[in-house]
Nanobody
Framework: QVQLVESGGGLVQAGGSLRLSCAAS????????MGWFRQAPGKEREFAAA????????LYADSVKGRFTISRDNAKNTVYLQMNSLKAEDTAVYYC???????????????????WGQGTQVTVSS
């Protein structure tokens, strides 16, 4: 089992940047595919980005492609989401998620993730 703790959220003006971090417990972090999801008020949770176990494969939602970058540091048991050129519509609670994987893959489907963090609020003012 793995526990996930997100940090780095906050209030930022449109056009600004934030970097989210997700720290994982346990000694097998490198065997987990990781993802970032977000949920805006009144909306369903949606996929933002995902990364494979070794970081070699990444996936992005069309809405964040070119602005967000997912990365991971397996030595630090941490996955990151660098968010640039933020827009008001990026305002949401951001969650990281983990799924143990045998193969190297990045997963877009939230239902396939086994572990979730508590979320961190990102608010972008226009």
């Amino acid at each position: 089992q793995v526990q996930l703790v997100e940090s780095g959220g906050g209030l930022v003006q449109a056009g600004g940047s934030l970097r989210l971090s997700c720290a994982a417990s346990g000694r097998t972090f490198s065997s987990y595919g990781m993802g970032w999801f977000r949920q805006a008020p009144g909306k369903e949770r949606e996929f933002a980005a995902a990364i494979s176990r070794n970081g070699g494969i990444t996936l992005y939602a069309d809405s964040v492609k070119g602005r967000f970058t997912i990365s991971r540091d397996n030595a630090k048991n941490t996955v990151y989401l660098q968010m640039n050129s933020l827009k008001a519509e990026d305002t949401a609670v951001y969650y990281c998620a983990a799924r143990p994987l045998i193969t190297s893959a990045a997963i877009r489907d939230a239902a396939r993730y086994d572990y979730w963090g508590q979320g961190t609020q990102v608010t972008v003012s226009s």
